[in-house]
C-alpha cells in the first residue's frame, strides 16, 4: 500500500465514524469496480430506481448495471419531452432507491451539495427510501466552509463548462456568486443528520471521481 493510499483509508476511516454518528452509513472501497460491486449489493433486484446528475455514477458503470439489470429503473435520458422528465424527477420520491454523488463531503461527516434544478438535492433530503451516494476521494474537504468552497470555485464551473451554460465562472474559472438564467448555483444543502437510520448510504472510493 503506498502512503497515499494509506492516507486516503484514514481519512475515508474518520469519515465513515462521523456519517455513523450522524445516522447514515458508510463504506470504502479501493477502486471503481468494488464501487460497483458494493452499489449492486445494497440494491435487491426488482427495485424501482432513479438518479439524479451524476458523473460518478457513470464512471463506475453503475448506470449501464442497473439498466441491464432486473430493475424497473427511471432514466431522464431516455426521455422524450421536458414533461417526461418532469414525470421521472417526481418518481424520484417514491423509488426504492435514488442514486447521486455528493459535490463535497466533509471529514467529520456532513455531506454538501449546490444544484441547480433542486431535484437532486430534494430527492437525497426526502422522499426514497433509500439513497446510495458514490464519492470519489477527491471530494473530501477538511469542513463546511472548506467544502462549499470547493463545490463554488471547482465543481460548479467545471460543471457548468460542461453543461455548457453562460455563466461567469465557464469565462473565468471561479465563482462570482453570479444571477444569471444560466446558473447551476441555485440551491445549497448541508446535510448534517438523517432523521431515519441508514437511509443514506455513501460509498467512499479511493479513485477521483466526478468533479
Not at 493510499?5 to 450522524?22: F, G, H, P, Q, S
Not at 454538501?112 to 431535484?119: F, M, S, W
Not at 458514490?134 to 462549499?148: L, Q, Y
Amino acid at each position: 500500500m503506498t502512503p497515499k493510499e494509506m492516507y486516503n483509508e484514514i481519512n475515508a476511516k474518520k469519515i465513515i465514524e462521523n456519517l455513523e454518528k450522524r445516522n447514515m452509513q458508510g463504506f470504502f472501497v479501493k477502486t471503481k469496480e468494488e464501487a460497483l460491486q458494493k452499489a449492486l449489493e445494497l440494491i435487491p433486484n426488482k427495485s424501482t430506481i432513479c438518479w439524479g446528475g451524476s458523473q460518478s455514477i457513470i464512471q463506475i458503470g453503475l448506470v449501464d448495471a442497473l439498466s441491464n439489470g432486473d430493475y424497473e429503473v427511471f432514466d431522464r435520458a431516455k426521455a422524450n419531452s421536458q414533461e417526461e422528465i418532469d414525470e421521472i424527477y417526481r418518481k424520484a420520491f417514491t423509488s426504492d432507491f435514488y442514486l447521486a454523488s455528493a459535490n463535497a463531503i466533509t471529514l467529520d461527516g456532513k455531506i454538501v451539495n449546490i444544484d441547480g434544478t433542486g431535484n437532486r438535492v430534494a430527492a437525497m433530503i426526502y422522499g426514497p427510501k433509500n439513497v446510495i451516494l458514490i464519492v470519489g476521494i477527491n471530494k473530501i474537504a477538511k469542513d463546511e466552509t472548506s467544502a462549499i468552497d470547493r463545490v463554488k470555485n471547482y465543481a460548479s464551473p467545471i460543471n457548468a463548462m460542461r453543461l455548457d451554460r453562460n455563466t461567469p465562472c465557464t469565462i473565468k474559472g471561479n465563482c462570482y456568486d453570479c444571477l444569471s438564467g444560466d446558473t447551476i448555483c441555485c440551491v445549497t444543502t448541508v446535510q448534517r443528520y438523517s432523521r431515519f437510520k441508514d437511509r443514506i448510504k455513501v460509498i467512499l472510493v479511493g479513485e477521483e471521481l466526478g468533479y
